[in-house]
């Protein structure tokens, strides 16, 4: 099958909502089914190993409604699920059954497994008598094997009030094989008029209701369950997914105003709602107030994708927050993932299973100072820890690092390099990050490189909303920025801002 059809196919599904153009489960007729359509947050897959996927999907057939519980009863539901080869379900290779509780909003985190490596299937639920849409997801390569070239999309920061969802619409029509979500999936503010679209709740989300809502409010929007119908998703969350800018579990905003116990009751609502709405394998389920979600997915001898957690681990807010001057002294006992994580992340890349180990986070990483300082919510505010990791990669001799940022609702791409005091120092590394989807609004279109003087690493800069879409082969990468022009209304094109390529062994961005 052609990309084209395939992606008309998982697009057309979705438009078709489960509807009778979708074939087989013979004994469903949806025209005739008694309760209203409850797949209205779409489907979704992700964390893709050699063998399984995991299938998500959330019954909920008046997203809305206050109590977070999408209108559904306080009953057990059985949901069907089934994986085909193509796209007509025609051959069948697992397919099961699994309860949806309202203990758990009605969301189902099935793991397919027995497929085959480096491998395209396709996926489809039914529930009360409805088919759900179908997405299409894939395979890794067998450990060992390069598999196909992998094209590998991601982005990160989408508020849904600050714009159309365009970006996650366009991501899909790349066809990409896997999306990387790199947090702020939502925001939890409360409602603020005067923007392209509204939240649903007017005060900030603090409840495990309220965050469950924010959820079913974002998966509602058709672009965005375009982009997870496309391909399996490995995602992680961002300061927004519980509150701006926490660090460690210490906050960084006064309001609203909560008792240490309220803030623990925030912490575990935010959790518990987002790995509810995530295609997370059951090994990342919550513990309370806390989740186990930096983790490594190897894709064969092509790439490993090491998941950080850069918001829960930091351990020393010496210094503050916000952008400041401090010295390397006063940082000096900062680490951003933490001391197990940092051991954990060092330990993955001695091991050099595959050619690209690609580093996914969230906060800038590269330095870059300016005339008030640096961000002390950023990899500066963590310099030893930077320092230690990047060294750990050379004396490991990881011969092609790639760090992969979000956070900054812009574009940007820079050369890492050994001593950002010595600007001339060997380059040992890249970091690409993504801009927004949606947050930030429009943008400027600026291009100018900020305080590129004293931070000369630093490559490029665009202030768009748009994505990455990177290309892995055995030899190079290539990455592509992509950017809209507008998201303040639906349906932008996007266009390609500017493409890099890293060869094989040979660190340092070049400009194709
Ligand atoms: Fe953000
Ligand atoms: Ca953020």
Redesign the pocket.
Known sequence: MTPISRRSFVLGGLAAAGAAAVPAYSSVVNATAAVPYPFQLGVASGEPDASSVVLWTRLAPSPLNADGQGGMANTNVVVDWQVSTDDRFTTLVASGSVTATYAAAHSVHVVAGGLSPDADYYYRFRAQGHLSPVGRTRTAPAPGTNGRDLVMAFT??S?YEEGYFTVYRRMAEDNPGVILHLG?YIYEYGATSGRPRLHAGTSEIVSLADYRRRYAQYKSDPDLQAAHAAAPWIVVP?D?EVENNVAGNVRADSTPALTAAQWTARRTAAYKAYYENMPLRPAQAPGGASIPLYRRLPWGKLASFHMLDTRQYRNDQACGDGWKVCSDADLASRSLPGNAQETWLLNNLAQRTATWDVIGQQVFFARRFNSTGASMDSWDGYRASRARIQQGWVDRGVRNPLVLTG?V?RAWASNLVADYNNPASAVIGQELVTS?VS?GGDGDGATTIPDVGTNPWLKFYNNRRGYVRTTFSPTQLRADFRAVAKVSEHGAAATTVKSFVVEEGRPGLQTV
């Open positions: 990160s920061c508020h702020d961002d927004h956070d609702h927004s947050s």
